[in-house]
């Protein structure tokens, strides 16, 4: 099976897009104001909420978990559809790596989660982007959102259909925008991220399928199956 060299520049259009309002909502406070919302007599209205916590964040991890886990079945069970194969493969390297990614860069970077920011009686100031990974500042170990990562991350198989059937197919959007979606409002609501953040994260996850589609590419034209 040969790969055919990728032609689809979609995924930097829309992280063009959404960096662009990343930037905006920032900057603007439109991300203050949201979060204030949930935010009254001096705590977080949902924070500790049973549905939001237990089920949805909690609960949501291990969704996200046992879907990855039917995709590394999936991939071991299926060794005779070599584009099912390779489909399968770059969805599951795609997602490891996004998640992955997010995890890291939550660890460097110093923008701090709504309720350990100073607006909302917590103690660490709110930065601009230039200071995002500043080294005199305490990592803020919110940014990007973590939770929604475990959503986002499977618009892989979106990305991952173009790439091997080389058409689009729109319903496996459906999957990653939905738990995206649902993961990052849960967290939004409780006060633990800002929308900025679970922008940053959805712009993480689709520059990772983009980079794994042309590494994939790379790689298997050299090692043609």
């Known amino acids: 099976m040969t790969f055919h060299r990728p032609q689809n520049k979609e995924p930097l259009f829309l992280i063009a897009g959404l960096t ?8 603007t406070g439109t991300d203050f104001w949201l979060a204030g919302h949930f935010f ?16 949805l964040h ?5 969704f996200s978990q046992l879907c ?27 997602t490891i790596l996004s998640i992955v990614s997010v995890f890291l860069l939550k660890r ?14 917590g ?8 200071m995002l990974f500043a080294t005199d500042y305490p990592k803020g170990h919110c940014f990007p959102a973590g939770h929604s990562s475990g959503g986002y991350a499977f618009l892989s198989l979106y990305f991952a259909y173009t790439f ?5 197919n729109f319903r496996t959007l459906i999957p990653g925008l939905f738990l995206g979606l649902v993961f990052g409002i849960t967290q939004q609501l409780r006060g633990a ?15 990772v399928s983009w980079f794994t589609i042309w590494g994939y590419y790379s790689y298997g034209n050299k090692n043609e199956t």
């Open 193 to 207: 991220h800002f929308l900025s953040h679970d922008l940053a994260t959805m712009i993480v996850c689709i520059f």
């Open 123 to 130: 103690g660490q100031p709110l930065l601009p982007y230039r």
């Open 58 to 62: 909690k609960g949501g991890v291990i």
């Open 68 to 94: 990855l886990l039917t995709l590394i079945i999936l991939r071991v069970r299926d060794r005779q559809d070599l584009f099912k194969k390779h489909y399968l493969n770059v969805v599951l390297i795609s």
């Open 164 to 168: 091997i059937y080389g058409k689009r």
């Open 20 to 27: 662009l309002a990343m930037v905006l909502i920032h900057n």
């Open 40 to 55: 009254s007599g001096g705590k977080w209205i949902f924070r500790d909420n049973f549905f939001l916590e237990k089920i």
């Open 108 to 121: 460097v970077t110093t923008f701090p989660c709504p309720w350990s920011s100073q607006p909302f009686l």
